[in-house]
């Protein structure tokens, strides 16, 4: 059972990812998704999350209108479509998913070492998106 994010890669600048966050063993029915990045030299920050029920979104100020987070159609995946990239978007990027209802805008923006714990039911392996002409 676990959670995989897959999809980075080098890409110039204004150009677009699809990152994949795969559950294996499970379905991500139920669960509230999460995406977190985290830059060299930088904290990790949760950027979008989507919720479980009505399938509400959310996105950090430095990502809305160039990326969409989703749910695929086969219960097992999520994405996040990232377009216009820019140089700062480069960093490696978690998926999470949770479904303790401990996952939402709030939770999703606290700073590490803020007294949130982040813990979630599943984190998955980080994927590196690298922005660069």
């Known amino acids: 059972v676990q959670l995989q994010a897959s999809g980075g890669g080098l890409v110039q600048p204004g150009g677009s990812l699809r990152l994949s966050c795969s559950a294996s063993g499970f379905t991500l029915d139920g669960y509230d998704i999460g995406w977190f990045r985290q830059a060299p030299g930088k904290e990790r920050e949760g950027i979008s999350c989507?919720?479980?029920?009505?399938?509400?979104?959310y996105y950090v100020e430095s990502v809305k209108g160039r990326f969409t987070i989703s749910r695929g159609n086969a219960k097992t995946t999520a994405y996040l479509q990232m377009n216009n990239l820019k140089p700062e978007d480069t960093a490696l990027y978690y998926c999470?998913?949770?479904?303790?209802?401990?996952?939402?805008?709030?939770?999703?923006?606290?700073?590490w070492g803020s007294g949130w714990d982040h813990e979630y039911d599943y984190w998955g392996q980080g994927t590196l998106v690298t922005v660069s002409s």
């Open positions: 999470v998913a949770d479904r303790r209802g401990r996952l939402n805008p709030v939770t999703l923006t606290q700073p």
């Open positions: 989507i919720s479980r029920t009505e399938g509400s979104t």
